[in-house]
């Protein structure tokens, strides 16, 4: 709440099996920042009365952060990014007036020299600046006044030297990634066709090695609005493969896609991280082996959170289990319900076991545990899976109890898949309180599905009277209520209306003399 970053850093290589380590740099910025090396110490840049630098003393964060000034020149606007350079630190990053695109270089290798800056141009930049090395000098993407999607890169390794401009895609596309690839360089980005209204990712890769040469671009996948407008992603080359973690759809599912070869242009695989709580931001690097590791933020619980997902192990998994069009990562498979209403059952949720794998596969049991496991349902059953072949293991949530908040159980999943022989789903659902009409409607027919002798307007009975007006005066439903159990001339109803009256059931008054109180609310008094 009062902008203060915090640092966290694994104390393993994978980020998992020990607690990070949190530090609290005493800067205060507006926003989320990216950390990148100052030689070998963990550093990043902001702007607080001019374009700073916060610095730790120690390689592993553990040390003291210190504030260090690059340009006192304005007040900074967009976030920049460190890189090294040709041996030594550099930033770029934007200052006011008129966000000119402005180049710093520290004269040691370590970060313990002095900043110099250059401005590259006087232009108003549309974006936040990337920044990498490019046939070992520097090379900036941002974007220009017109939107267009500019790289520039300079002839010396210092900065010292010319500037060259090329063109790398019009039509204010909005950069995601800038990076070197098989020795060229590469640039990904959003654009939106407005002839399809469509929202794509692409990546531009150069024909030469400096960047003077041609762009060619390839569309990576394409996005709905939704999913687009949360942000889409960060990109990242897991060892080798294209990826991009991005936050789908209004629900705020995490999930990754990646290309199961080392080409942009796919197969595209579609997989499910975090399919429990909302999240936004991810950030995903390449941990090398074919790891990936994705920090994001949960916001059902405000709390960032750490995902590492280790491709060399899931690309050779036999088994493979989708869900919604998603591939799930075994050990952090979580299917929620929707809140159900005790005795009705939510909308079921489907998981789809294919064997991937070029030989039967036998899944050898499929078991519901867990203290409340009796308030799930599932379908399906143990079989043999041909190569390639699929089946389909359904789960419903049918609570029939409101003692507890939730109601957890698990699912798990055993076959004879050599690299993941067992897997375990999480199940949650949320019970609901029935309202009085269903408390009557269940205690009068042992469901709560509006159809049949239970719905509103039937009249199991045949006694003239709908189930909604043997609830209103009290009489049996199910039982056909004589004369003399009919409402008396006179009599006075008070009820809050919670269903819809049929035009024939106010046809009561002129068959009964009596007098209906009835009690509406909000958009239901018209």
């Not at 104390?11 to 507006?30: E, K, Q």
């Not at 040709?86 to 966000?99: D, E, I, K, Q, R």
């Not at 090395?133 to 939107?147: R, T």
């Not at 789908?248 to 695989?269: V, Y």
Request: net charge negative; aromatic share 10%; with cysteine.
């Amino acid at each position: 709440t009062l902008g203060r970053n915090k640092y966290a850093r694994a104390t393993t290589s994978s980020g998992l099996g020990s607690a990070w380590t949190v530090s609290s740099p005493s800067a205060l910025t507006s926003s989320n920042q990216k950390v990148y090396p100052l030689g070998t110490r963990p550093a990043f840049t902001y702007f607080s009365a001019g374009t700073r630098n916060l610095e730790n003393s120690a390689a592993d964060g553990s040390g003291t952060w210190s504030s260090v000034l690059i340009d006192s020149a304005g007040t900074a606007s967009l976030r920049g990014n460190l890189a090294m350079v040709g041996g030594y630190p550099m930033t770029v990053y934007t200052a006011n007036p008129s966000n000119t695109l402005k180049l710093a270089r520290n004269s040691a290798a370590d970060g313990s020299g002095t900043w110099s800056n250059v401005t590259l141009t006087s232009q108003f930049t549309a974006s936040v600046p990337i920044l990498a090395e490019v046939a070992g000098c520097p090379a900036i993407v941002y974007l220009d006044p017109g939107y267009n999607l500019l790289l520039t890169r300079n002839s010396a390794p210092d900065g010292t030297g010319t500037w060259t401009t090329t063109t790398v895609a019009t039509g204010s596309p909005n950069v995601r990634a800038f990076f070197i690839h098989g020795g060229y360089p590469a640039v990904v980005y959003n654009r939106y066709s407005s002839s399809e209204n469509l929202y794509y990712t692409s990546v531009a890769v150069n024909s030469a090695a400096d960047g003077s040469g041609t762009w060619t671009e390839t569309d990576m996948f394409t996005w709905s609005y939704a999913d687009y407008y949360n942000g889409a992603g960060s990109f990242a080359m897991i060892d080798g493969h294209p990826a991009l973690a991005y936050v789908a759809g209004n629900a705020g599912e995490l999930r990754l896609r990646r290309s199961s070869t080392t080409s942009f242009s796919g197969p595209w695989e579609s997989w499910i991280i975090d399919s429990s709580r909302l999240t936004s931001g991810p950030s995903m690097l390449d941990l090398g082996g074919g790891a990936a590791g994705i920090a994001y933020q949960d916001k059902t619980r405000s709390s960032l959170e750490y995902a590492h997902l280790d491709f060399s192990t899931l690309a050779t998994a036999a088994l493979r289990i989708e869900k919604d069009g998603g591939i799930l990562i075994p050990g952090n498979i979580n299917m929620v319900f929707d809140p159900t209403t005790i005795h009705s059952v939510a909308p079921t949720q489907a998981l789809i076991l294919t064997n991937t794998s070029g030989s039967p596969l036998d899944i050898t049991g499929l078991t519901l545990g867990g203290s409340h496991a009796s308030q799930f349902t599932m379908v399906g059953a143990p079989t043999t899976l041909a190569a390639g072949a699929s089946t389909t293991v359904t789960l419903g949530y049918a609570p029939d109890s409101t003692t507890i908040s939730s109601h957890t159980a698990t699912l798990t999943i055993t076959s004879t898949d050599p690299v993941v022989p067992s897997v375990t789903v999480t199940l949650t659902g949320t019970p609901a309180a029935m309202d009085i009409f269903q408390t009557w409607q269940f205690a009068n027919f042992a469901t709560l599905v509006d159809a049949g002798n239970a719905a509103v307007g039937a009249d199991p009975d045949s006694d003239g009277m709908s189930n909604w007006l043997e609830f209103c005066f009290g009489t049996l439903p199910n039982s056909r209520n004589p004369l003399g159990h009919q409402p008396k001339a006179g009599a006075q109803m008070a009820h809050d209306v919670t269903q819809p009256l049929a035009l024939g059931e106010l046809r009561l008054a002129e068959q009964f003399p009596i007098t209906l109180g009835f009690r509406f609310s909000g958009a239901d008094q018209d």
